[in-house]
């Protein structure tokens, strides 16, 4: 099979979601591999390497003609032209809320499978855990940059000093990112509240943590008291394929303590305050009633080295069996793997996105893949 390596075009994504290794592991499966000049020029990895590992580089625009292309990022604006008909297309999607993104990749009949629904044996997503786990640690990094008065923030320091309060950190969401956050922010010092939607996500969160962070139910009202407490929210929300909720509306944050920070890792779908918009690495942060909002969408791109290794690691076994075993059987044999797929050959297979979109909705059959 011919496999694609795009180079990202997403501002600051210097990640790649197969490495050198990666590419002399499929290449010995026999497989055709084409990878963008410069495509891992951001993390040390260059041309030669991939040359080394029997790719073939070749420019920009024909990376993109392949039968599977397996990138970082979702297409951004103009790259859906540059898919083949009916080509594989294995990346993070985040379809969800760009209705007319998925209608322009629909309408080229492509096959759409998103990391970030990826299933694993245990029912967790391990495509989208290790690139949680860097957004958790990083959102604290992140947070104690902006609260300092350099960062946009009331000067305060996140980290315990003697003879003064700990900083109050509310982690909203009880997954890899919220778990991994609080951690971080516990271990320097703050005091640490984790709100979850369930009570056995809480008692998960407080069975990992301990007593060093306060886990509990995200009622309104907990969410509210917290936050108008805190120094420092981290939104840590995930729902499989479906926008972000609102759990922290304009009124809220406009009540927070001035100068207070909001890291939102959850801005992919939406973000968990109202206030949010997307941001990038080159301008990562903006104050929006009076509280410094971080709204970056490739977060673990600030970390691209240690991004693409564990990217890389994650999905080579995937992308070895799509090409290996062919898109259709690799799905029938794994129902993880195909819980994945957003879009089959062009037919929208996920009810949300089909909805926004104005798309007829129907589901991927055992028929698709015999």
């Not at 993104?101 to 290790?130: C, K, Q």
């Not at 640690?137 to 000093?161: F, S, V, W």
């Not at 009880?174 to 991994?180: I, K, L, R």
């Amino acid at each position: 099979m011919r496999i694609g390596i795009p180079r990202e075009s997403k501002p600051g994504e210097r990640r790649l979601a197969l490495d050198a290794a990666g590419a002399a592991a499929l290449a010995a499966d026999g497989h055709e591999l084409r990878v963008a000049a410069g495509a891992g020029e951001g993390i040390g990895i260059a041309d030669a390497d991939f040359a080394a590992a029997g790719a073939a580089i070749v420019p920009p625009d024909e990376a993109w003609d392949a039968e599977l292309v397996v990138k970082v990022k979702e297409i951004q604006d103009g790259e859906w032209v540059r898919l083949r008909a009916g080509a594989t297309l294995f990346s993070f999607q985040h379809l969800v809320g760009e209705p007319a993104l998925a209608r322009e990749v629909a309408a080229r009949g492509v096959t759409a499978i998103a990391f970030e629904m990826v299933r694993g044996a245990d029912g967790g997503f391990p495509l989208l855990a290790p690139m949680s786990v860097i957004a958790g640690r990083l959102a604290i990094q992140a947070g104690a940059h902006h609260l300092t008065l350099p960062g946009g923030g009331n000067g305060t320091l996140l980290a315990a000093a003697p003879g003064t309060p700990p900083a109050r950190v509310l982690v909203l969401g009880g997954g890899h990112a919220g778990v991994n956050a609080a951690e971080v922010a516990a271990a320097i010092g703050a005091k640490v509240t984790v709100l979850t939607r369930s009570a056995a996500t809480r008692d998960a969160v407080a069975a990992r943590l301990g007593p060093a962070v306060e886990a509990g139910l995200a009622t309104p009202e907990a969410i509210e008291r917290h936050a108008l407490a805190a120094d420092l929210v981290v939104g840590a929300v995930f729902i499989p394929g479906e926008p972000t909720p609102k759990l922290l509306p304009r009124a809220l944050v406009r009540r927070m303590k001035p100068g207070a920070v909001i890291v939102d890792i959850s801005i992919d779908a939406g973000g968990v305050a109202e206030t949010s918009r997307p941001t990038t690495h080159d301008e990562p942060a903006f104050v929006s009633e009076g509280v410094v909002h971080y709204c970056v969408p490739n977060m673990p791109s600030a970390v691209a080295r240690t991004g693409a290794a564990a990217l890389a690691a994650a999905a080579l076994p995937y992308a070895r069996a799509l090409a290996g075993r062919g898109i259709a059987r690799a799905l029938a044999e794994d129902r993880g793997l195909a819980a994945g797929v957003l879009l089959w050959r062009g037919r929208f297979t996920h009810a949300g996105i089909a909805a926004e979109a104005g798309r007829p909705f129907a589901p991927l059959a055992p028929g698709d893949l015999a």
